[in-house]
């Protein structure tokens, strides 16, 4: 019988870097008493997230990492992922991610229902404290649940899940739509970073 490793997310997305590009990286850990080895493929999948804007998005792809790519300068080198990994208990490993956008625009929000089109978000908060009281910054805010235009890209999702029928972790990349995440594959935690 085999040891599964289980997987958690340790790590959200920095603060963009230059050109909007974004690192991350999600942890598995084998938290069993006994040593497993770690087979067969692994997933990274990467969606506008829940509530990102409607219409014509620009494409959001999934690629290995390979030395020379746009990701070169966030991720370990490819060199340092182990042909066959095997996690003794407590040990782990991580597969990193760097987003890099497509330098397409995003498209356009449309307004949440009830909001009049012609609404700034500044006019809803403005009206949403005229009408209730109501915090302004709370209703400018669509992700707070209140009036005023969506945001224009609400994210990217990515998410990783190490095995087949693994738990499946997930974080998102906000103000992000078009563009590519380079992954790299299982990099023992001891391993050197660029």
Same mark, same amino acid.
């Given at each position: 019988?085999?040891?599964? $490793?289980?997987?958690? =997310?340790? *790590?959200?997305?920095?603060?963009?870097?230059?050109?909007? &590009?974004? #690192?991350?990286? #999600?942890?598995?850990?084998?938290?069993? %008493?006994?040593? =497993? +080895?770690?087979?067969?493929?692994?997933?990274?999948?990467?969606?506008?997230?829940?509530?990102?804007?409607?219409?014509?998005?620009?494409?959001?792809?999934? !690629?290995?990492?390979?030395?020379?790519?746009?990701?070169?300068?966030?991720?370990?080198?490819?060199?340092?992922?182990?042909?066959?990994?095997?996690?003794?208990?407590?040990?782990?490993?991580?597969?990193? #991610?760097?987003?890099? $956008?497509?330098?397409?625009? =995003? $498209?356009?929000?449309?307004?949440? $229902?009830?909001? &009049?089109?012609?609404? &700034?978000?500044?006019?809803?908060? +403005?009206?949403?404290?005229?009408?209730?009281?109501?915090?302004?910054?709370? +209703?400018?805010?669509?992700?707070?649940?209140?009036?005023?235009?969506?945001?224009?890209? *609400?994210?990217?999702? !990515?998410?990783?899940?190490?095995?087949?029928?693994?738990?499946?972790?997930?974080?998102?990349?906000?103000?992000?739509?078009?563009?590519? !995440?380079?992954?790299? %594959?299982?990099?023992?935690?001891?391993?050197?970073?660029?």
């Amino acid at each position: 019988m085999r040891s599964r $490793p289980t997987s958690a =997310c340790t *790590s959200a997305p920095a603060t963009p870097q230059a050109a909007g &590009k974004v #690192f991350g990286s #999600f942890k598995v850990s084998n938290v069993s %008493g006994k040593g =497993c +080895a770690v087979t067969g493929p692994d997933t990274v999948t990467a969606a506008p997230a829940p509530g990102a804007a409607t219409g014509q998005a620009p494409a959001v792809s999934v !690629v290995g990492h390979r030395p020379g790519d746009p990701a070169s300068a966030l991720l370990t080198d490819p060199s340092a992922e182990p042909p066959v990994l095997t996690l003794q208990p407590n040990a782990a490993y991580e597969v990193q #991610f760097a987003w890099v $956008p497509s330098g397409e625009p =995003c $498209p356009a929000a449309s307004p949440e $229902p009830g909001a &009049k089109p012609s609404e &700034k978000p500044a006019e809803a908060a +403005a009206g949403a404290e005229a009408a209730g009281g109501g915090d302004s910054a709370a +209703a400018a805010d669509p992700r707070a649940g209140g009036g005023g235009a969506a945001s224009e890209a *609400s994210g990217v999702e !990515v998410s990783h899940t190490p095995v087949s029928g693994a738990p499946t972790t997930q974080t998102t990349i906000p103000s992000a739509c078009g563009g590519t !995440v380079y992954r790299t %594959g299982a990099i023992p935690l001891d391993a050197p970073k660029p």
